[in-house]
């Protein structure tokens, strides 16, 4: 609500108030009021704003949205000698329906604008279905969706190898146009498969399947994408000249992580944190050139899906006890 007065002759008044009595009273009816000495209307019990202000002649209309009143516009006087009339109450009303118009407009607005804005953000890591199924999800769902919260996802590392020296021999120029060929290829199949890609790393890279939001067959669709990005390094290196040819090596694991905004307050990055996160990288590194490693807890969930060859307990940098490993041939 905006009211302004002009202050009396001498006055060191810079602004008034507007009557809460007058606001509520139209709001609480639903209906527009006009009286010609508010002092003295009942239907305002004389108000203490009213008497304090010394209102007389009066008007208050509703700003509607819809079925629902999102603000007023007060029109007040204080001289005795001005009466606000049926005439004037109606040009209000019809100023306030433009006006109404107007703020819905500029809400709307804004709302496309921060929509565009979380779109081009989440645009970067997650596929497109999962950034229509977070922005058709709901206001709710759009201010929650990044917050930290515990769930459970897979997690699939993959990394380059032997990259170090293969980019000693090339110029730095090259080196940036193989990796982001690289990139390119594997984040499109990681997002063809729902996949969230978490970060880039090095001459790697980590996704996840099931954050920010749960999908049944998370597990399934981690080890689909990982057969796929094994399968278009083969054409990649068809393309390449040998001496720019490379192997990578994949991790996957399933379990229980906290996934959402983390970092510091001036920097803040989507993520998933947990001991399946460092499970998963830690069978990324056991791996052979162009195998795929999987976890106890993704083996239950794909076992009836896809090929596997037990390779028993092996031991871990930063676990204590040994963790059950499997190759993944391909499906069934």
């Known amino acids: 609500v905006v009211k302004h007065r002009a202050p009396p002759p001498g006055s060191h008044e810079q602004s008034t108030r507007p009557s809460k009595t007058l606001m509520r009273r139209v709001i609480r009816d639903k209906v527009a ?13 004389g108000s203490k704003s009213v008497v304090i202000q010394r209102i007389r002649s009066a008007m208050c209309v509703p ?3 819809k079925d629902k009143i999102i603000g007023v516009i007060q029109l007040d006087s204080t001289r005795p000698e001005a009466h606000f009339t049926n005439e004037d109450l109606e040009l209000l009303k019809a100023i306030a329906g433009q006006m109404a118009l ?6 709307l607005n804004e709302q496309i604008r921060q929509e565009e804005q979380m779109r081009s953000r989440l645009e970067r890591f997650h596929s497109p279905q999962v950034v229509e199924m977070i922005l058709s999800g709901g206001q709710e ?13 897979t997690i699939l590392f993959a990394d380059i190898i032997d990259f170090t020296p293969l980019a000693e021999k090339l110029p730095p ?13 594997m984040t499109d199949i990681i997002f063809n498969y729902d996949g969230t890609l978490d970060k880039y790393i090095g001459d790697g890279l ?13 597990a399934k669709r981690a080890v689909l ?5 094994r399968e278009a390094l083969k054409k990649l290196k068809m393309e390449l000249d040998e001496d720019k040819r490379f192997d990578i090596k994949i991790g996957i694991n399933t379990g229980k992580v906290v996934a959402g905004n983390i970092g510091s307050p001036k920097r803040l990055d989507y993520t998933v944190i947990g001991d399946p996160v460092n499970i998963a990288s830690r069978l990324e590194s056991l791996a052979s050139p162009n195998q795929i490693l999987i976890g106890e807890e993704t ?6 899906d896809f090929l596997t060859n037990p390779l028993g307990p092996k031991k871990v940098k930063g676990k204590t006890s040994s963790i059950m490993v499997y190759e993944v041939l391909g499906p069934k």
């Open 33 to 45: 009021l006009l009286t010609s000495n508010a002092m003295e209307d009942a239907r305002l019990n």
């Open 63 to 65: 700003l509607w949205r």
């Open 102 to 107: 107007i703020i819905e407009q500029a809400s």
């Open 141 to 153: 769902t759009k201010d929650n969706i990044m917050e930290p919260k515990e769930l459970t996802a």
């Open 173 to 185: 120029q090259e080196v940036n146009i193989l990796l982001n060929r690289f990139f390119s290829t």
């Open 206 to 218: 980590m996704a996840v399947f099931g954050a920010p939001m749960q999908k049944d067959g998370d």
């Open 225 to 229: 994408a990982a057969l796929d990005m």
């Open 299 to 304: 083996y239950k969930l794909v076992k009836s």
